[in-house]
């Protein structure tokens, strides 16, 4: 994998769990950049992404990752009205780069023909 700031992105890969050939990435952008991570061709497969940022800074925030929100692919997580979880589904991507908001983690799990994983 290439990263355009690999000082600041993590990835880490593991097979998927039930998914013949499938890997699940976990990965992590602690730059103030988005970063894109290149994928290899064994990973060029159907993508879902679930993506973790933080909301709206706190008023007087020195950082902008001191927030009382997070979110998910962009939207805010938070309790139903009957206290329940809300739906946490990944996000589908077709790119063969993993694009990183800065300041954000996240896990990807990607179909694909990794022989360690068959």
């Given at each position: 994998?290439?990263?355009?700031?690999?000082?600041?992105?993590?990835?880490?890969?593991?097979?998927?769990?039930?998914?013949?050939?499938?890997?699940?990435?976990?990965?992590?952008?602690?730059?103030?950049?988005?970063?894109?991570?290149?994928?290899?061709?064994?990973?060029?497969?159907?993508?879902?992404d679930w993506?973790?940022?933080?909301?709206?800074?706190?008023?007087?925030?020195?950082?902008?990752?001191?927030?009382?929100?997070?979110?998910?692919?962009?939207?805010?997580?938070?309790?139903?009205?009957?206290?329940?979880?809300?739906?946490?589904?990944?996000?589908?991507?077709?790119?063969?780069?993993?694009?990183?908001?800065?300041?954000?983690?996240?896990?990807?799990?990607?179909?694909?023909?990794?022989?360690?994983?068959?």
């Amino acid at each position: 994998m290439h990263s355009s700031s690999s000082r600041e992105v993590r990835v880490y890969a593991h097979c998927a769990k039930g998914r013949k050939g499938a890997v699940a990435l976990a990965w992590l952008n602690i730059g103030v950049a988005p970063a894109v991570v290149s994928l290899p061709a064994a990973l060029k497969g159907k993508r879902t992404d679930w993506v973790l940022t933080a909301g709206e800074p706190i008023e007087g925030a020195k950082n902008p990752l001191q927030s009382q929100q997070s979110l998910l692919n962009g939207v805010k997580l938070a309790l139903t009205a009957g206290g329940a979880l809300p739906p946490t589904g990944g996000k589908a991507a077709s790119s063969a780069a993993l694009e990183l908001p800065p300041q954000s983690l996240g896990f990807s799990e990607v179909e694909g023909e990794v022989e360690a994983c068959a």
